[in-house]
Nanobody, 118 residues
Framework: QVQLVESGGGLVQAGGSLRLSCAAS????????VGWYRQAPGKQRELVAR???????NYADSVKGRFTISRDNAKNTVYLQMNTLKPEDTAVYYC????????????WGQGTQVTVSS
C-alpha cells in the first residue's frame, strides 16, 4: 500500500501563488510516476501535471507556463508550484501515484482544496 497526503491548499486571490505538497509513505518501491489532478464542481477530474521517476514532466495546456511539478526524492514528496492563479484553477487537487510491479496500480490522496478569488 502507498499512502499519499496532500497539503498546501487554501484561498488565494487571482494572480497569487500556492505550492502544493504530496508526501508519500508506505510501499513506495516501484512508483513510476506521480501526477497532480484536479476536479472542479460539476466537472470531470483532469490531469494537471505529471512527473515520472526519470524526471520527465508533462502539463495540461491550461497550466503550461504557470505551474511547475517537481520532486524531492529524499523526502518522498512531489510538489506543484502554482503561479499566476486564475479563478478557473479553483478545484480540489489530488495527487496520484502510479506503482508498477506485476501490474499498474494507482493510489490517490484525499485531496486539498484550492480556491482562487477574482
Amino acid at each position: 500500500q502507498v499512502q499519499l497526503v496532500e497539503s498546501g491548499g487554501g484561498l488565494v486571490q487571482a494572480g497569487g501563488s500556492l505550492r502544493l505538497s504530496c508526501a508519500a509513505s508506505g510501499s513506495i518501491f516501484g512508483i513510476a510516476a506521480v501526477g497532480w489532478y484536479r476536479q472542479a464542481p460539476g466537472k470531470q477530474r483532469e490531469l494537471v501535471a505529471r512527473i515520472t521517476s526519470g524526471g520527465s514532466t508533462n502539463y495540461a495546456d491550461s497550466v503550461k507556463g504557470r505551474f511547475t511539478i517537481s520532486r524531492d526524492n529524499a523526502k518522498n514528496t512531489v510538489y506543484l508550484q502554482m503561479n499566476t492563479l486564475k479563478p478557473e484553477d479553483t478545484a480540489v487537487y489530488y495527487c496520484a501515484a502510479e506503482r508498477v510491479l506485476s501490474k499498474v496500480k494507482t493510489y490517490w490522496g484525499q485531496g486539498t482544496q484550492v480556491t482562487v478569488s477574482s
